[in-house]
């Protein structure tokens, strides 16, 4: 994991450098792009794929774990674009928004946001572009389309996944501000994930490998959901989460 001060340097070398003298058939595109993430795997496994600036323009100059790192480093390295994990520790992607919310307004070098998840729950898709992201992508994007949705988001474009724009769409053409549930509202970020793949029938096996925790990390989110929406096993739980169309 970059901190501050890594990701510092990494972008003052570059602007001593200057313009690279090939293109590496980018068209002389380049982007400077942070990842925030909380899975160290998963940081490592974008940045091999987009990472390698002389062929894909994609220059990563930080990256972070938590919502506290996120803001330092993207403050500290001002990049372009933010890759945004959804769900993080200490508030979730909407935190980072919310922090970063001087620098996404800036006229001069704005910072701009696109989500990337493993989630397609509509209210996680609402929720960031709600607070000022400007694309929303799952993790089943493929390498080239994930640099490409880069690229259109600096130059100030929307972009979603296919399935995904259907959300914002529906979100946005109602002018009734969306109901608060309470009940969902106690729960983390991370809790309603689990959540929602419990009711779709994954096993503690399967969610422990999606979401790279492990089976006793699950077994302890399943039993934190439980005690806050006071149910008594998984079957009530699916009921509970079918009826608020979470599924």
Request: charged letters at 25%; one cysteine or more.
């Amino acid at each position: 994991m970059s901190d501050p001060t890594e990701a510092n340097g990494t972008a003052g070398s570059a602007e001593a450098a200057g313009p690279a003298e090939s293109d590496g058939g980018t068209g002389g595109r380049r982007v400077r792009v942070v990842l925030v993430d909380d899975h160290r795997m998963f940081r490592t496994g974008v940045q091999a794929e987009i990472g390698q600036t002389e062929q894909t323009g994609v220059e990563v100059v930080g990256e972070a774990a938590d919502v506290d790192q996120a803001v330092t480093v993207i403050t500290a390295t001002r990049p372009e674009v933010v890759l945004l994990d959804v769900h993080l520790p200490g508030g979730g992607g909407v935190e980072v928004l919310r922090r970063c919310a001087p620098l996404m307004a800036d006229t001069e070098q704005p910072v701009r946001f696109l989500a990337l998840s493993v989630s397609d729950a509509a209210e996680d898709v609402i929720g960031v572009i709600r607070g000022g992201a400007r694309g929303y992508v799952t993790k089943t994007i493929t390498g080239t389309d994930l640099v490409d949705s880069i690229f259109r988001v600096q130059e100030g474009d929307a972009v979603f996944s296919p399935r995904l724009a259907g959300f914002v769409l529906d979100a946005f053409a109602s002018t009734d501000a969306p109901p608060v549930d309470e009940d969902l509202d106690r729960l983390t970020q991370r809790e309603r994930e689990v959540l929602r793949l419990i009711a779709r029938g994954y096993a503690y096996k399967e969610i422990a490998k999606q979401l790279f925790i492990s089976v006793k990390t699950v077994e302890s989110h399943v039993s934190a959901v439980l005690r806050k929406l006071q149910l008594s096993n998984r079957h009530e739980l699916t009921r509970w989460a079918t009826a608020r169309r979470l599924v």
